[in-house]
């Protein structure tokens, strides 16, 4: 069975123009754990995932996946993102399947991989259908099974149930607990919900601004057993007033 990887930024500074977003963050996301990030708005957050993603090159730093250097972006580390970025030509299988090409699956296996992803998250009878006749949960759905099929070894989330609605956002929750208990990976989930943190994470990451990027990692006793946890929603909701005090 594949283990997720080890992901680490030490002492990582993340730039698009002159001023830095995040500096001198260092973080480890401990193999095959959920690690939720939060933080205000523009923190930077998107910012972290994409650099864990290689997608963006630290400027101070480094990027680990399994104790090698992220330089480029690699099959190994999936992204969901909250925006519908499924290719709107490709049915729901093709979309599937053109992620488990990119992973690597052999094309014999392909179709029989995609086929177990749709009924795994619940899309059984969709897959020939358009992302455009789905619902806005069901776009995430096949998001899902596009970031976690071909056994990624790490996923970044990035407010992936963002735009649905409540009753949606917690079915879409149990469903993707459910299919990381099947297919283990680590996955680094970024959501601005207090309650979808303490839903999913192992670990409660708040970020800050730059100077201190890091303000609490909050360990989560039990995780997703469903339990209120008023204690450490209210250490949370402290780290993030403290956040937006500073
Ligand atoms: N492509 C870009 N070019 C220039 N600046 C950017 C770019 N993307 C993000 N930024 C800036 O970097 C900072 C952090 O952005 P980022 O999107 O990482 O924040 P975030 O925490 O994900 O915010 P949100 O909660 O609103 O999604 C912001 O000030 C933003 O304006
Ligand atoms: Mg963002």
Not at 12 to 20: A, D, E, I
Not at 133 to 138: Q, Y
């Amino acid at each position: 069975m594949t283990v997720g990887m080890s992901l680490e930024l030490d002492r990582v500074r993340l730039s698009y123009t002159g001023t830095p977003v995040i500096d001198g963050l260092s973080l480890t996301v401990r193999p095959g754990e959920i690690l939720v990030l939060t933080g205000p708005s523009g923190c930077g957050k998107s910012t972290v995932l994409r650099a864990l993603a290689g997608l963006l090159t630290p400027d101070g730093g480094r990027v680990l996946a399994d104790n090698a250097e992220v330089t480029t972006t690699s099959g190994d580390r999936g992204m969901v993102f909250q925006d519908n970025a499924l290719l709107p030509w490709r049915t729901v299988r093709s979309n599937i399947e053109l992620a488990l090409r990119l992973r690597g699956e052999p094309r014999a296996t392909r179709r029989g991989q995609a086929e177990h992803w749709i009924d795994e998250l619940g899309l059984a009878g969709f897959g020939n259908y358009l992302p455009k006749s789905l619902s806005g949960g069901m776009r995430q759905r096949v998001q899902l099974a596009r970031g976690l099929a071909g056994a990624p070894r790490a996923v970044m989330m990035d407010e992936p149930f963002g735009a649905l609605d409540t009753q949606t956002r917690g079915a879409m929750q149990r469903l993707l607990i459910d299919a990381w208990r099947t297919h283990p990976t680590t996955i680094v989930f970024v959501t601005h919900d207090v309650d979808e943190a303490l839903a999913l994470g192992d670990r409660i990451v708040v970020l800050g601004r730059a100077g201190q990027p890091l303000r609490a990692v909050l360990e989560v006793s039990e995780p997703r057993t469903g339990q209120p946890r008023e204690e450490l929603r209210a250490e949370i909701i402290a780290a993030l007033n403290h956040t937006v005090a500073a």
